[in-house]
């Protein structure tokens, strides 16, 4: 038996999963569909109802696979996407976010960001999430890579606090947001969206990381992921293409470190003790 995968709340008051499932790299080569496709719908299988993906990825290829992957099971699954920042204006958000629902080959998105800050004032790419939140197209909207000050200058445009998530780089060894943004967004109730909760893989290299999933018979990526399933509000989205990697992935919600061994964690990832500027990948 599993635990079951925690949920977060989002500001509307929905509950949705903490373990979604990342789709970057996803669509680029034809050959790699099948076990994409697989890949994905092995996640939901398992309780992973959450997928990120974005017109970047694979340039509307990901979404595509995702849209295979939910054929039969949209209603299954709250699904993100996001909008380059060059498609932010009012009416290219509109017509962006069309093309991604042809692509996904559904009528509406659960959650669409803005997915970094680009040359278009905010309030004009606000007006467009709200414009589509309306007319039913998509449920929620949020942002990403937006750091503090990102979010005050989004809070002080029309209907900016209607923000509902913000998806930022946050793993073990990329804690800077623990300083001044996740308790930002956690105060205001606004869910932290984790990208690269396994730092793309690297993580699983590390020492320490090593060491400590030995004494639980888990593996490093595992305790990456149990790092940020520990932190309130906050929602990790690993990334596999592979089968057993996904199931890796889920089993991750079953580990319940000591709190000796978070200390230990800390002492190798040490949190900020200062403010860091928001990274990205
Ligand atoms: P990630 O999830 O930290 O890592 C994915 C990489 O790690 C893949 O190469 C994957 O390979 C491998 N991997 C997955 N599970 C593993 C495991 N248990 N053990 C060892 N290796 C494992 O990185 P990410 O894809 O950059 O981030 C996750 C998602 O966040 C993305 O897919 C995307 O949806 C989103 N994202 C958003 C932004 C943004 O700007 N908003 C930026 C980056 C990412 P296999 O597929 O071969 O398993």
Same mark, same amino acid.
């Given at each position: 038996?599993?635990?079951?995968?925690?949920?977060?709340?989002?500001?509307?008051?929905?509950?949705?999963?903490?373990?979604?499932?990342?789709?970057?790299?996803?669509?680029?080569?034809?050959?790699?569909?099948?076990?994409?496709?697989?890949?994905?719908?092995?996640?939901?299988?398992? /309780?992973?109802?959450?997928?990120?993906?974005?017109?970047?990825?694979?340039?509307?290829?990901?979404?595509? %696979? &995702?849209?295979?992957?939910?054929?039969?099971?949209? #209603?299954?699954?709250?699904?993100?996407?996001?909008?380059?920042? $060059?498609?932010?204006?009012?009416?290219?958000? %509109?017509? =962006?976010?069309?093309?991604?629902?042809?692509?996904? /080959?559904?009528?509406?998105?659960?959650?669409?960001?803005?997915?970094?800050?680009?040359?278009?004032?905010?309030?004009?790419?606000?007006? @467009?999430?709200?414009?589509?939140?309306?007319? /039913?197209?998509?449920?929620?909207? /949020?942002?990403?890579?937006?750091? &503090? #000050?990102?979010?005050?200058?989004?809070?002080?445009?029309?209907?900016?606090?209607?923000? @509902?998530?913000?998806?930022?780089?946050?793993?073990?060894?990329?804690?800077?947001?623990?300083?001044?943004?996740?308790? $930002?967004?956690?105060?205001?109730?606004?869910?932290?969206?984790?990208?690269?909760? %396994?730092?793309?893989?690297?993580?699983?290299?590390?020492?320490?990381?090593?060491?400590? =999933?030995?004494?639980?018979?888990?593996?490093?990526?595992? &305790? =990456?992921?149990?790092?940020?399933?520990?932190? #309130?509000?906050?929602?990790?989205?690993?990334?596999?293409?592979?089968?057993?990697? &996904?199931?890796?992935?889920?089993? =991750?919600? #079953?580990?319940?470190?000591?709190?000796?061994? $978070?200390?230990?964690?800390?002492?190798?990832?040490?949190?900020?003790?200062?403010?860091?500027?928001?990274?990205?990948?």
């Amino acid at each position: 038996m599993h635990d079951p995968i925690p949920t977060v709340t989002l500001p509307s008051g929905l509950d949705i999963p903490a373990l979604g499932l990342g789709t970057w790299k996803m669509g680029e080569t034809r050959g790699r569909a099948l076990e994409e496709i697989d890949s994905l719908r092995l996640g939901l299988d398992l /309780g992973m109802t959450l997928i990120d993906t974005a017109e970047m990825y694979g340039e509307g290829g990901a979404e595509k %696979i &995702v849209g295979k992957a939910l054929e039969d099971r949209r #209603d299954e699954v709250f699904l993100v996407s996001k909008v380059y920042p $060059w498609n932010a204006s009012y009416e290219k958000t %509109i017509a =962006a976010c069309r093309a991604s629902l042809a692509r996904l /080959g559904t009528d509406r998105l659960d959650l669409y960001l803005l997915h970094w800050r680009g040359e278009y004032p905010l309030d004009e790419t606000v007006a @467009a999430f709200e414009h589509l939140k309306k007319e /039913g197209i998509i449920g929620a909207w /949020g942002v990403s890579n937006f750091d &503090v #000050d990102d979010m005050e200058e989004l809070f002080s445009v029309p209907n900016g606090e209607n923000c @509902a998530a913000n998806q930022v780089l946050y793993n073990l060894g990329r804690r800077g947001i623990e300083y001044d943004l996740l308790p $930002w967004c956690q105060q205001r109730g606004i869910p932290i969206m984790a990208y690269s909760p %396994i730092e793309q893989g690297r993580l699983v290299h590390h020492p320490d990381l090593i060491r400590i =999933a030995k004494t639980y018979q888990a593996t490093p990526a595992q &305790v =990456a992921l149990a790092f940020v399933l520990e932190r #309130d509000g906050v929602i990790a989205i690993p990334k596999s293409a592979n089968l057993r990697r &996904v199931r890796e992935n889920r089993d =991750a919600v #079953d580990l319940d470190i000591s709190d000796e061994d $978070w200390a230990e964690l800390d002492a190798a990832f040490p949190p900020p003790d200062e403010k860091l500027p928001l990274e990205m990948l």
